[in-house]
């Protein structure tokens, strides 16, 4: 009875506590667990532990971790899995839910019922999770089903042969194919969107072509027979990328470019000189690890190749397109906000604004590459953290003539919604900008004592700086000027100013964009939509041109 009473009470705090989204993780789990063991019909067989492996980030982490079996049938830990997805897990003890969130998705679990809640649809599971002392575990034989994989955007599978658990991204790269004719060779590498690249010549005889975001397909081979132009290729996959690295025989010249309708990425390449490389004596053998997917099929003789498919598309080697020339400005700094440790502001399904910036910083920086003759410089290509007063650096030492920091908002409304555009001023527009400055600015937290005092003399350093204002608002005017012409229902919320440390310490025109926001339901699905997110990129395009066109006028 005094149990009973107990647990009524306890429920009804917790109902309370759950009602206003105040239950996180770590403090509930021991309520949970007390008050569902009260409900819950007595523990069966204890859960016995099995040593696996589990490959992460794209195959290129590898951690030990444990599975658990029960009546035959295999668990996983639901914490470890969290960990695994790099998910936020919450705990509902008055509901007996745990929610997983993720990149906008989320998960619910429960220990009864043969059905877990994906993003509100149900979802069959072949069997139940369960409760053991205190603990939820969660059937591999979901978590490898396509209907958890698929909406979580991933492809998770078990090899029980060498018990290691894969988590990998859905593949983007589909595959390559080469096309060639005298004295020309396109490599061409399909992909399922547009991804990001930059290209670079590391060796005399070596392209490299970076593709930010790039994932392959674990199960696939991706070969093209080598002729006597390329003489090796290779995919490594790597955490946050793929790097096709191509050999080709010297004297050459290349070009690379994407093209949509189907995505791909070409890699034109020349003979520009007269010498001649049997192909066998130039194949190496490939230097990556096995687990990688790097695949190169010579031929043993050059008379064995197949004869050039030439199709129009490499005959009549496209123009490049037009792209605009700019004299006053030459180079153009993006910043994708936060990053590593900081992960700037986390959606209700768990998206992380340091994703989201990474991918609309690629986006619009992809556009700049295409469309113009401007140096487009990234502050970070990856998942890493660079201290504020840092971003503006790189930005000073490459004498950039615009600065561009990418963000998405957050708000204590969880209302509030919409595009806004910032630049640098000591006196916020309002209280709500001054709150937008002041979540952007609290990374200084995580800085180091040195960066604090870069930051005194940053603010020192602002008081003198005026110059640059001017530019500034004009390109925050330029952008939200497109705004509206965006196909897609997004609150115009203006140009505001105020005292975003990132900002401080550039010697050029800097501006902050707020994309939208993450702390908003509709938001943060639109922003885990590769479509959206080109519209975004593409209105910061047109209204960087707009800037461009007006200073090459002055
Ligand atoms: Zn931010």
Redesign the pocket.
């Known amino acids: 009875m005094v149990n009973f009473r107990f647990s009524i009470l306890n429920y009804y705090f917790l109902f309370i506590l759950e009602r206003n989204g105040v239950l996180h993780s770590k403090i509930t789990i021991p309520l949970f667990l007390l008050l569902s063991s009260l409900f819950v019909t007595p523990v069966q067989a204890q859960p016995v532990p099995l040593s696996i492996k589990v490959t992460l980030d794209n195959g290129t982490r590898t951690e030990n971790a444990k599975l658990y079996e029960l009546n035959k049938e295999k668990f996983l830990d639901v914490s470890d899995l969290a960990d695994f997805l790099a998910a936020d897990i919450k705990w509902l003890p008055v509901s007996k839910k745990v929610i997983l969130s993720l990149k906008g998705v989320r998960i619910e679990l429960t220990y009864f019922g043969r059905t877990a809640t994906i993003n509100e649809q149900k979802v069959k599971m072949t069997s139940v999770c369960r409760l053991e002392k205190g603990d939820l575990y969660v059937p591999l034989s979901f978590i490898i089903s396509r209907g958890f994989t698929k909406p979580v955007g991933l492809r998770i599978k078990f090899d029980e042969s060498t018990k290691t658990l894969k988590i990998f991204q859905t593949p983007n790269i589909s595959g390559v194919k080469t096309q060639q004719q005298e004295g020309l060779s396109q490599l061409i590498l399909e992909t399922q969107e547009k991804l990001y690249y930059e290209t670079s010549l590391e060796a005399a005889n070596k392209i490299t072509v970076d593709i930010y975001k790039g994932v392959l397909d674990q199960d696939k081979k991706y070969t093209v027979p080598g002729n006597a132009l390329v003489t090796n290729m290779n995919l490594i996959q790597k955490s946050n990328k793929v790097s096709w690295v191509i050999e080709v025989c010297p004297e050459f010249e290349y070009s690379v470019k994407v093209v949509d309708n189907p995505w791909r990425i070409l890699v034109n390449i020349k003979k520009t000189g007269a010498q001649v490389c049997p192909p066998e004596s130039e194949i190496s053998a490939s230097t990556q690890p096995a687990s990688v997917a790097v695949v190169k099929a010579p031929p043993v003789t050059p008379e064995l190749s197949p004869p050039p498919v030439v199709t129009p598309e490499i005959r009549s080697k496209p123009e490049p397109p037009k792209k605009v020339n700019t004299a006053k400005i030459r180079t153009i700094v993006i910043d994708p906000?936060?990053g590593g440790k900081d992960p700037?502001?986390i959606g209700q399904y768990g998206t992380k604004?340091k994703d989201v910036?990474l991918s609309l910083a690629f986006k619009l920086a992809q556009l700049l590459h295409e469309k113009t003759n401007l140096q487009v410089i990234l502050t970070r290509k990856e998942d890493e953290f660079i201290p504020l007063a840092e971003r503006t650096q790189i930005a000073n030492l490459k004498k950039a003539d615009l600065f561009v920091s990418i963000?998405?908002?957050?708000g204590l409304d969880r209302k509030a919604s919409g595009f806004e555009i910032y630049f640098l001023s000591e006196r916020a527009t309002d209280m709500e900008a001054e709150a937008v400055a002041n979540?952007?600015n609290s990374v200084i937290d995580l800085e180091d004592r040195s960066a604090v005092t870069d930051k005194l003399k940053a603010i020192l350093w602002s008081l003198t700086l005026n110059e640059f204002v001017n530019d500034s608002s004009e390109l925050c005017s330029f952008v939200v000027g497109r705004v509206n012409e965006m196909d897609v229902d997004l609150l115009n919320r203006g140009v505001k100013q105020a005292g975003f440390y990132v900002l401080r310490g550039a010697k050029m025109p800097a501006v902050l964009v707020?994309c939208a926001f993450l702390s908003n339901k509709r938001e943060e699905r639109l922003l885990n939509k590769g479509s959206f997110n080109d519209k975004i990129a593409k209105t910061i395009f047109n209204g960087i041109m707009d800037y461009i066109e007006r200073k090459e006028q002055e």
Do not use: F, P, Q, T
């Not at 963000?407 to 957050?410: A, D, E």
């Open positions: 906000g936060h700037g502001a604004e910036n963000h998405c908002n957050s979540i952007e707020e």
